[in-house]
C-alpha cells in the first residue's frame, strides 16, 4: 500500500471515528438539557432515548465520514494543515449540517411520520422564548460537534509535532 493510500484510509477512519466522538458531546447537550432523544428516536418510528442515541450516533459517525469527502480534497490543503483549520472546517461543516437537517431534513421526517409540528422541549422558561432557548441549544450542540470533529480529526491525521498533546505519530492512532 503506497503512502497516499495510507493517507486517505487513515482520512476515512479518523472521519468516522471523529463523527461518533463528536456527536457523543453534540448527544450529551441535546439529551442533557433538551431530553431530545427519544423525540430523534421517534424520526425512525421508536420513540425511546435507547432509539434516538442510536439514530444520533448512526448519524454523527456518516457525517463524520461526510467531512472526509467534503474536505479532504487539495483544495482544503492549507485549513488541514494545523489544528485550527480542521476545527474552523469542521466548524463550518456543522453548521451546513444545521441548516440541511434542520431546514430540510427535519421537517420532511416530520411530514412523513405525518405529524404537523416537532414538540419543542422547553427550558426551565417555558413560554414565549422556549423556541428561541430551543434554537440556541441546538446552534451551541452544532458548535460543539464541529469543534470536536475537527479536533478528533486534526488529532489523528496531523504530524507530531503540530498535534504535540496526542501521543506517538499518526500512524500509530
Known sequence: MTRSERKAR?????GGVAGLVAGVVMGLVLHGILALMPTIGALVGIE???AGWAVHLFNSTVFGLLFVAVFDHPFF???????GGCVSL???HSAAL???TGGLLLPVS???AGATSLPIPTLPFPGVTA????????AVAHLLYG???GGVFAGFTLEESVVAWLPGAPTDR
Not at 487513515?10 to 479518523?14: E, I, L, M
Not at 490543503?77 to 489544528?83: F, G, I, Q, T
Request: net charge neutral; proline share 0%; charged share 25%.
Open 131 to 138: 423556541g428561541l432557548e430551543f434554537g440556541v441549544v441546538i
Open 98 to 100: 444545521g441548516v440541511l
Open 110 to 112: 416530520i411530514g412523513l
Open 90 to 92: 469542521g466548524v463550518v
Open 147 to 149: 469543534t470536536v470533529l
Open 77 to 83: 490543503d492549507e485549513l488541514r494543515r494545523d489544528v
Open 10 to 14: 487513515r482520512a476515512w477512519r479518523a
Open 48 to 50: 425511546s432515548a435507547v
